[in-house]
């Protein structure tokens, strides 16, 4: 693994465990390394009212922004499945905001990244900011 890579694989690891998922008890860690080469995480945390829980990956690009930070390079999100999970569409539609046509999402088990894919093709026909302009 590049190094760049292994620190996001690293981070995930290390945040995922602090998820706070008692209800779905699937814990999510997500990584970012932006343009400007910093790293951010985020787990999903959970509520006792449903509808009112975050992803891991809406939580690291909330830091991300908070540290006025807007492209992300890679994102890698890590799960406890056997071929780890993509992104949901939400978070999809949420990365899209701070990417471009090089931005790459990792999916990540445990163990390893089992696979990567630019967000351009894991969310094609895409609505973004050029179709208000
Ligand atoms: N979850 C994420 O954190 N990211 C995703 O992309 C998909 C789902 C979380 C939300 C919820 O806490 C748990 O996984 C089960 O859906």
């Known amino acids: 693994m590049t190094n760049s ?16 998922s008692p209800y779905s008890k699937f814990k999510v860690g997500a990584a970012i390394l932006s343009s400007n080469n910093n790293l ?3 787990c999903n945390v959970e509520n006792a009212s449903y509808s009112v829980c975050t992803c891991a990956e809406e939580n690291a690009i909330s830091t991300m922004i908070a540290n006025s930070d807007t492209l992300i390079k890679e994102l890698l999100v890590m799960t406890d499945t056997s071929t780890g999970s993509a992104p949901c569409g939400a978070c999809r539609q949420r990365i899209l905001e701070f990417a471009d046509n090089n931005t790459i999402i990792h999916i990540a088990n445990t163990k390893e990244i089992t696979k990567t894919i630019k967000i351009k093709d894991l969310l094609p026909h895409s609505f973004s900011k050029d179709d208000l302009k």
């Open 5 to 20: 890579k292994q620190q996001l694989f690293n981070l995930a690891k290390l945040v995922r465990d602090n998820s706070y």
């Open 40 to 42: 951010y995480s985020g």
